[in-house]
């Protein structure tokens, strides 16, 4: 008999597998999908391999096939086993990962009454009214449960099922998405000649004999205004037939891009693309990783377009990731303009629908390239030679939930899984991928000049304005008079302004001015912000909302003050200081709709504003030339945060704003505003100077134990009681301390237990540890976490 081990879609499987025995006649391969008996229930499985021999004695077998044929590749099942392995999370959680959209389906159970005319005197209330509620019907559990309540209901069922009072069964719930099927209509080969007709049906008739083709059902009526009756009485004369077509739900819109060609490479970028190609070719060892380390306007999507056009001519095809915030329309045009209707499109933008019709075209090998966020590096592309990350340093690419995983590590091990060569592109890289790359793992490209608007471009000149200088001076305007007057003379020259503010909002607190007292979510330790629209309160981390009070809620005083800035203040502050001067607002309160980015995009590349506010949306992937001036409002946003990497974040955000400025043949400027300009993250980027930073931040690193010289674990508890949060807390420090000990391990130290930053989130407490040392993973691997702990392995922020 054949065993397979099977990953089950439970909470309680964690990070093992399930030995199942595979029924006779039914044929499994590896990366099928399955229903298999767990418990009392039968859920959804994957089968992850197959073995003549079970890892426990005891089994039951497989309850069903779901689907003839596997659902995972077996490039996708090593990748999802090593993402469970690595960042210790639960295997189905990783295995979800590289499932088909809309493919978790939960198992309903049905009852029907096994001895239906037997006494039932022996059986208790709950029981026998379970019994009545049943009847002679097959019912689902559901409307037991909605009788007695689900306690109730499960204890009295699993009694009546042992037994021999009820038989169960389980269905799989409904299919959520399915391909789209479009109503056509069409003329049969017996109307060839003219009927004689009249009225809507004639108008019909000649409307589809003109076009000579299938037409939807629905475009047929919009053009002649016939209704169904009409086309009915057709069809019942033989003259025309309905069919049921699938048609593609297309996320691209291809009206108005213009195929494009290759453009003539510099003697750097022509570089990097010999190196890229060279690492295509067949040889021993695993492929390349690269680090394209090129200035913002330096030309890298155009290396990264020659070298997928290189890899489509090899007979393979490309991945591509970009992160979410910069997968503008903009950017997905340029793709799609060297690849017409070869590029498909995966982020979360997308409905269920189109990524189903996305991933299962994928699947089928119609795409050459696959372009982006962080979940598109789990698409089914076959014959996989290159994967390109762009702006690779973006913490965005790591998952917030379960599993931990970044895109970058996932995509290296992809890669080496399937023989494909992977790009890292940045203008401001990670400090570990670059120290990775001077350490020798990757190898490093350089692009040191803008190709735009012209080879050898100057990067715009930048100017760092200290804000306490303009306090000073008597300037107590969010605008310093250099930015201000930059601003003036961007506007009258006709040209395009980009004000940069990583904070949305209005007031970022409200404080009394009697008592001090602040406005918080009650659910989160954290003030709420001020939102100008709709004169709301609203929480940015667990999106509590509440009116403003008209006094204080602790002294009643009615003197509340609004403190701090937002991109909604800084708007009204545009409006009047810059009251001619027209203008966009791009941040999250306003792209909740689907196109919103689009729209705001299109108008701003239409000249329809001369200035745009935004957050870190207006940082990446923007690519305007009449954008002459950058004006970063506030540089300190995140320079003083508790976090080792404050410094690296602050002089990306600073350098990638910085590098909007300038594409045109006019030039650009950049003004920063900040309260601390001697730090080195920001005399780094005015000068434009990436190796400069990296060489201080790097020493910093070492000195103080911090990556890229250690590998870190974040382990963080959280409870709705501070107490229990904390004694937990300490007694998950006392287990590791002592597993360090009964195991000699040396080089491990551990930081905490402490309040998390944000110590209540919605409505629990939170505690963490630090672990620090060279393999967490590995040293962690045996130890039990119970419910309420998250590990994230190599987090990127620690806040």
């Known amino acids: ?27 499994l391969h590896p990366g099928q999908a399955v229903l298999v008996p767990f418990g009392e229930r039968v859920l959804q499985g994957i089968v992850i391999e197959l073995a003549p021999v079970p890892a426990v004695p005891d089994t039951r077998e497989i309850a069903g096939v779901i689907g003839a044929e596997p659902v995972l590749s077996s490039h996708h099942l090593a990748l999802a086993r090593w993402i469970s392995d690595y960042y210790l999370a639960p295997l189905f959680d990783a295995v979800s990962l590289v499932l088909p959209p809309g493919f978790e389906r939960k198992a309903l159970a049905f009852l029907r009454a096994a001895r239906p005319d ?35 209901a499960a204890a009295a069922v699993s009694a009546l099922v042992r037994q021999g009072w009820l038989e169960r069964s389980y269905e799989l719930e409904p299919v959520r998405i399915k391909p789209r099927q479009e109503l056509y ?20 008739y000649e409307f589809l004999k003109e076009i000579s083709r299938p037409v939807a059902w629905a475009e047929a009526r919009k053009q002649t205004g016939v209704a169904k009756a009409a086309a009915s009485a057709l069809e019942r004369r033989g003259l025309v037939t309905f069919s049921e077509v699938e048609v593609r739900r297309e996320p691209i819109s291809y009206d108005g891009i213009r195929p ?15 190196a890229i190609r060279a690492g295509m070719q067949d040889g021993p060892g695993a492929p390349p990783v690269f680090l394209l380390h090129g200035v913002t306007g330096s030309g890298k999507t155009e290396v990264y377009l020659q070298a997928l056009a290189e890899a489509v001519r090899r007979g393979k095809k490309g991945i591509v990731l970009v992160p979410e915030i910069a997968l503008t329309p903009q950017t997905i045009e340029r793709f799609a303009a060297r690849f017409p209707r070869r590029v498909a499109v995966l982020h979360s933008r997308l409905s269920l629908g189109e990524q189903f019709d996305e991933w299962h075209r994928i699947r089928r090998g119609e795409f050459d390239v696959v372009i982006g966020s962080r979940s598109a590096i789990f698409a089914p592309q076959p014959d996989l030679g290159l994967v390109i990350i762009d702006e690779e340093h973006e913490w965005t690419y790591k998952q917030e939930t379960s599993p931990h995983y970044h895109a970058r590590d996932a995509a290296i091990r992809l890669a080496e899984l399937a023989g494909a060569v992977v790009v890292l592109g940045s203008a401001t890289p990670d400090v570990t991928t670059y120290y990775r790359a001077q350490q020798g793992d990757f190898n490093l490209l350089t692009l040191p000049e803008r190709v735009v608007p012209a080879v050898g471009a100057a990067l715009p000149a930048v100017e760092v304005v200290d804000m306490r200088e303009e306090l000073k001076a008597g300037n107590r305007s969010v605008f310093s008079r250099s930015l201000s007057g930059a601003i003036n003379e961007a506007v009258a020259a006709r040209e395009q302004v980009i004000l940069f503010l990583n904070r949305r909002g209005g007031a970022t607190t409200v404080q009394c001015r009697h008592c001090g007292f602040v406005l918080r979510c009650r659910r989160c330790e954290v003030p709420l912000a001020h939102h100008i629209a709709g004169d709301i309160l609203t929480c940015h981390q667990c999106n509590y909302k509440t009116r403003v009070p008209q006094s204080c809620p602790n002294c009643a005083s009615r003197q509340l003050r609004f403190l701090g800035m937002g991109t909604q203040k800084l708007e009204q502050e545009v409006k009047y200081t810059f009251p ?54 506030s540089a300190d946003t995140s320079l003083n945060l508790p976090d080792f990497r404050a410094g690296e974040r602050t002089f990306q955000l600073l350098s990638q704003v910085a590098g909007r400025a300038g594409r045109g043949k006019a030039g650009g400027r950049v003004v920063i505003q900040t309260f601390s300009p001697e730090h080195y993250a920001v005399r780094a980027a005015a000068r434009h100077d990436y190796v400069a930073f990296y060489e201080e931040e790097i020493e910093y690193r070492r000195q103080l134990h911090n990556p890229p010289f250690v590998r870190l674990a974040r382990l963080l508890y959280a409870h709705p009681n501070e107490a229990a949060s904390r004694r937990e807390a300490e007694r998950m420090q006392e287990v590791l301390l002592g597993e360090i000990n009964a195991r000699g391990i040396g080089g491990i130290s551990i930081i905490g237990p402490a309040p998390a930053f944000i110590q209540r989130l919605r409505g629990r407490f939170r505690w963490q540890l630090v672990l620090r040392g060279p393999e967490p993973t590995s040293f962690l691997a045996g130890i039990q976490f119970p419910q309420g702990w998250t590990v994230d392995i190599d987090p990127v922020s620690l806040i």
């Open 260 to 274: 494009s060609s290759p453009l003539s490479l510099t003697t750097a970028q022509k570089s990097a693309f010999d």
């Open 580 to 633: 001619r001067a027209r203008h966009l607002r791009w941040d999250s309160d306003v792209t909740a709709g689907r196109s919103a980015h689009e729209v705001i995009l299109r108008k701003f590349r239409d000249r329809e504003a001369e200035i745009l506010i935004g957050t870190q949306m207006v940082a990446k992937g923007l690519d305007i030339p009449s954008v002459t001036l950058v004006g970063v409002v």
């Open 185 to 204: 209509i069409s003329l049969t080969e017996s109307a060839a000649e003219l009927p004689k007709l009249s009225g809507k049906t004639a108008v019909l």
């Open 1 to 27: 008999m054949e065993y397979a081990e099977v990953s089950v879609n439970s909470p309680v499987a964690r990070r093992r597998t399930f030995s199942y025995a595979v029924p006779p006649g039914m044929t």
């Open 118 to 152: 037997a006494d039932v005197s022996s059986l208790n209330d709950d029981q026998r009214h379970v019994l009545d509620v049943v009847g002679s019907q097959r019912v689902a559990l559901r409307q037991v449960e909605k009788a007695l309540g689900k306690r109730k």
